[in-house]
């Protein structure tokens, strides 16, 4: 079955960057777009970008552009997102899911999360 | 970009009782050419990441119980849980995937 696994939780300086990695398996890796999303303590949902892991195509939020980078890795089915110029509000527990292309960007399948601290 | 509202903010309803959530999109979801929602509805709970319920506004995911439905059309949409079980307390999400950036509404905590 679809599985997603996030790496582990990071503490950060602000100013400073994070990356986190979503690793795919139980399915081919081009066949499902891969989504993040970030929740800030207590508060609700904000999707942050997509890419498609087959073409590489890549579209962020516009809130987020500038400072996420969202890359994979073909070799390992592994997606990653960098988030640079950390803040405070970048606090969050991040989140990547997956969406089919034939279907609408709704998401099947989660990752764990990937807890973020922003602290000087 | 499509804001996502939702009502009530929370709501307490006693077990085997339904529950109601509604949400409301800024601008019509409803795509002409299919004739389809793009909406979606997940369930939250603590220390969980989110699981999707619904999608195309109506389509229960598999697996999710048909206690679960979704209805509504356009800009206006509904979730009901016809007999709210303990396992079902939560934050409800929906989603529109009309148009990039997708976006979500505020959430409804749901209560015993």
């Known amino acids: 079955q679809v599985q997603l696994v996030q790496s582990g939780a990071e503490v950060k300086k602000p100013g400073a960057s994070v990356k986190v990695s979503c690793k795919a398996s139980?399915?081919?890796?081009?066949?499902?777009?891969i989504h993040w999303v970030r929740q800030a303590p207590g508060q609700g949902l904000e999707w942050m970008g997509i890419i498609n892991p087959s073409g590489d195509t890549i579209t962020y939020a516009q809130t987020f552009q500038g400072r996420v980078t969202v890359t994979r890795d073909t070799s390992t089915s592994t997606v990653y997102m960098e988030l640079s110029s950390l803040r405070s509000e970048d606090a969050a527990v991040y989140y990547c899911a997956t969406s089919m292309p034939a279907t609408g960007y709704y998401f099947d399948f989660w990752g764990q999360g990937t807890l973020v601290t922003v602290s000087s | 970009d499509i804001v996502m509202t939702q009502s009530p903010d929370s709501l307490a309803v006693s077990l085997g009782e339904r529950a109601t959530i509604n949400c409301k999109s800024s601008?019509?979801?409803?795509?002409?050419?299919?004739?389809?929602?793009?909406l979606a509805w997940y369930q939250q709970k603590p220390g969980q990441p989110p699981k999707l319920l619904i999608y195309w506004a109506s389509t229960r995911e598999s697996g999710v119980p048909d206690r679960f439905s979704g209805s509504g059309s356009g800009t206006d949409f509904t979730l009901t849980i016809s007999t709210l079980q303990a396992e079902d307390v939560g934050v409800y999400y929906c989603?529109?995937?009309?148009?990039?950036?997708?976006?979500f509404g505020p959430g409804t905590k749901v209560d015993i």
């Open positions: 989603q529109q995937y009309y148009s990039i950036p997708l976006t």
């Open positions: 601008q019509s979801v409803l795509y002409s050419s299919n004739n389809k929602n793009y």
């Open positions: 139980g399915y081919t890796f081009t066949n499902y777009y």
